[in-house]
């Protein structure tokens, strides 16, 4: 199986080599990664890029036999690029990744590789392009010939235009029937809840940059095109790789339940004829490798109360009992040390940035006293964007104040994160935190760390106390440091979005808002803000400093237990990884291998019918719905339902009859319904054929039915996939 993407993907890589599961990556080694950031006196975010030694680093340069640089070439607008391939090892995992900064390579072709965010909108789709094509070329050029290919967003969908010149070099394979193979073997991942963040590109730029590599391929421009445009566009409207990945996949899904719900909305789109909640887009919510996070010191008290192998576990029961089997003061005891650590470590990177700026004496012992290791120390740690509202509790100053400034019930805020570099709105709310850590009411209480980074976030979900998150709900996709926080026994306050919408329960930690809190509300900060200061005041600060006479808040150690029992259970990544596994790799690889298989005789096969049922789908009519009883029907009792459909030349076992009930909304829609199949009866003479069905009502109020037909194959993923659904509504025959 091989997984691509264009950011750090080698963590994800641990899970699999935990679980055996036969897994190699593909990304980019850029050497100059992301940036480094630093923080000016006056707040402005600073980003350097300084040149990675690869020969320092744990990858290695792949050779061939001869001992020269194993490279592979990509045609890219009108030139050859090479990049090398290096290789890392995640366990038993390879890390396959490209370099471009090769000789004989044109300038900016070298420069492809240099940095994660760079230049523009044509530089992106260069980029794309030779993680795409160059990742599949690399995987052949290393020996390795995955049959599943896993796309962690659109980033990478190139690799499916690339697989499908494999699949066709040599043959008379049709682009259809190649395409409905590569489909089968491909699993798509979108983390991206908000349509900007998807990349989109002008149809002159794939001409442009892709066009000599299509030639080259034999594989026709306007049909790759097509499938990255939106529904009804035009030859000049964009193209997404987004929608690339999703036609081009047959298993997709989003990172959290919540995250699956608003995908299936957002690109409904694709799936017009059919409701937002059947739209074939799946979720699998994100784990945290639990080794990589979870700290050494509670690692060794989990080894022995849940035994060597509490990473791998999955029985609720099982951990939960070894976890109430600590005494209380020893998780204390451990969890204080990582207080303390996290604040000696706070010090010693504020120290750095004062004697960088040749600060006074007066700024270093400011540094030098910054936060105390008895006080309940509060995290936000994360990318810095306005969506996920860093600064929502600097909204009141003087409540704010009040928190920090308690002579008995202290609270202490530690904030990290980069702003994109172009993101000049994100880089004021760095600068707004920045200033608020110099006033002198809160030096010391609150503090600004520069230069976010997996030591300090190791640091923060290890000796923190709360983990706040404020996202404005539903843009946090998943979330995942608020599951290494829980795991290590910290708390969230969180909105209710991405994970912790799915997790939270009133013993692990505490909800900002409610669940239903979509809606646009211009005064949503202000009573967001509200809600959190009312959080810690009357429920989180009260008790945090609760202690027992051994100096112990034994009430606030109960929910860390429960925290960390959610965590180890439901949010650890082996779960992930076994989902992804059993939801998509086996069934993917399974389908794949039928569907090439005998010269691809079965995908020329499914090609060949998706075509015939195209042309004539328009005309399948469902002509009459017959619902035996009266518009009120009582609960528990079953419907008849008879249905005579005008199949157009499509044989009866090639269709699908279904009743789709459920009930009906404010707007007179039917939400979430469910489906009952119903049974060929057989031709009644005319060219017609007719169905039956008898569906139970369990609902009472006011429920809707239709009757819809979709199409039939052993080799669908899903019914609805292709978007053919023929719908008619019921007329009532008393």
């Not at 193979?181 to 491909?186: D, I, P, T």
């Not at 109360?305 to 204390?332: F, K, N, Q, V």
């Not at 499914?606 to 004539?616: C, F, I, S, T």
Request: some cysteine.
């Amino acid at each position: 199986m091989g997984r691509a993407r264009a950011g750090r993907g080698a963590s994800h890589s641990l899970p699999p080599s935990d679980l055996g599961v036969p897994l190699v990556a593909v990304g980019m080694l850029y050497r100059q990664g992301y940036f480094r950031q630093t923080i000016d006196p006056s707040g402005g975010q600073q980003e350097l890029h300084p040149e990675t030694d690869f020969y320092s680093q744990p990858v290695t340069m792949l050779t061939t036999p001869d001992g020269s640089p194993l490279t592979v070439g990509v045609p890219i607008t009108d030139r050859w690029v090479d990049a090398r391939v290096w290789r890392m090892h995640v366990g038993r995992c390879p890390v396959l990744l490209l370099d471009a900064n090769v000789p004989g390579n044109a300038p900016e072709d070298r420069e492809l590789t240099a940095k994660l965010y760079q230049g523009d909108s044509d530089v992106r789709i260069r980029q794309e392009i030779l993680l795409g094509v160059g990742g599949m070329r690399a995987l052949r050029a290393a020996g390795m010939r995955p049959t599943v290919l896993h796309l962690n967003e659109g980033h990478s969908a190139f690799a499916l235009i690339e697989r499908l010149r494999e699949l066709r070099e040599g043959t008379d394979l049709s682009f259809e029937a190649a395409l409905e193979a590569v489909r089968a073997g491909a699993v798509f991942t979108t983390h991206t809840p908000v349509s900007a963040g998807h990349d989109e590109f002008h149809p002159h730029q794939v001409a442009h940059h892709l066009g000599t590599y299509l030639d080259e391929s034999g594989i026709d421009a306007d049909l790759v095109t097509e499938i990255g445009r939106y529904p009804g566009g035009s030859p000049t409207s964009p193209f997404c790789m987004t929608i690339l990945a999703l036609r081009g996949a047959a298993w997709r899904n989003g990172v959290s339940q919540l995250h699956g719900e608003v995908t299936r909305r957002m690109w409904q789109t694709l799936w017009r004829d059919v409701p937002w909640s059947e739209v074939p887009i799946q979720h699998v919510t994100n784990g945290v490798h639990l080794p990589t996070w979870v700290s050494r010191e509670l690692a060794d008290v989990l080894g022995r109360y849940l035994g060597p192998e509490w990473a791998l576990m999955s029985d609720r029961d099982a951990i939960r009992e070894g976890l109430d089997a600590i005494p209380d003061d020893e998780l204390w005891r451990v969890h204080h040390r990582r207080r303390e650590r996290l604040v000696a470590n706070v010090r010693r990177r504020l120290r750095a940035v004062v004697e960088r700026r040749w600060g006074s004496g007066a700024e270093l012992a400011d540094a030098s006293s910054a936060l105390q290791p008895n006080v309940l120390t509060v995290g936000f740690a994360r990318r810095i964007a306005l969506y996920k509202r860093p600064t929502l509790l600097l909204h009141d100053l003087e409540r704010l104040r009040a928190l920090v400034t308690n002579a008995r019930r202290p609270v202490q805020i530690i904030f990290a994160g980069k702003a994109h570099p172009d993101d000049a709105m994100a880089k004021d709310l760095v600068r707004e935190i920045h200033d608020l850590s110099r006033d002198p009411s809160f030096v010391g209480r609150v503090v600004f760390v520069e230069d976010y980074d997996m030591d300090l976030a190791r640091d923060l979900v290890q000796g923190c106390d709360v983990w706040l998150n404020q996202p404005v709900r539903p843009q946090e996709a998943s979330g995942t440091s608020g599951m290494k926080a829980a795991a290590n026994g910290v708390l969230n306050v969180s909105v209710l979005d991405g994970w912790w919408a799915e997790a939270y329960a009133p013993q692990i930690g505490w909800a900002i808002g409610r669940a239903d809190d979509d809606v646009e509300d211009p005064q949503r900060d202000a009573n967001d803000a509200a809600a959190v200061y009312r959080l810690f005041e009357r429920s989180v600060v009260p008790l945090f400093y609760d202690l027992g006479l051994d100096g112990t808040p034994t009430r606030w150690i109960e929910r860390a237990k429960a925290s960390m029992v959610m965590a180890l259970t439901d949010f650890g990544a082996h779960r992930m990884m076994r989902q992804y596994t059993e939801a998509f790799y086996l069934r993917a690889d399974e389908l794949l291998r039928t569907l090439t298989s005998d010269g691809c005789s079965s995908a020329r096969s499914l090609a060949d019918w998706l075509a015939r049922v195209r042309e004539q789908w328009n005309s399948v009519e469902i002509l009459d719905v017959h619902l035996s009883g009266g518009p009120e029907v009582d609960v528990g009792s079953a419907l008849p339902v008879r249905t005579r459909v005008s199949l157009n030349g499509l044989h009866a076992e090639e269709l699908t009859v279904q009743v789709y009930v459920g009930r009906v909304g404010s707007d007179g829609a039917v939400d979430g319904g469910l489906t009952y199949e119903a049974r060929a009866v057989g031709p009644d003479g005319e060219g017609t054929h007719w169905f039956e069905s008898t569906v139970p009502l369990r609902q009472s109020g006011r429920m809707g039915i239709a009757v819809r037909v979709v199409p039939r194959h052993p080799h669908l993923t899903d019914p609805v996939e292709h978007g053919l659904v023929r719908w008619s509504l019921p007329d009532g025959d008393g």
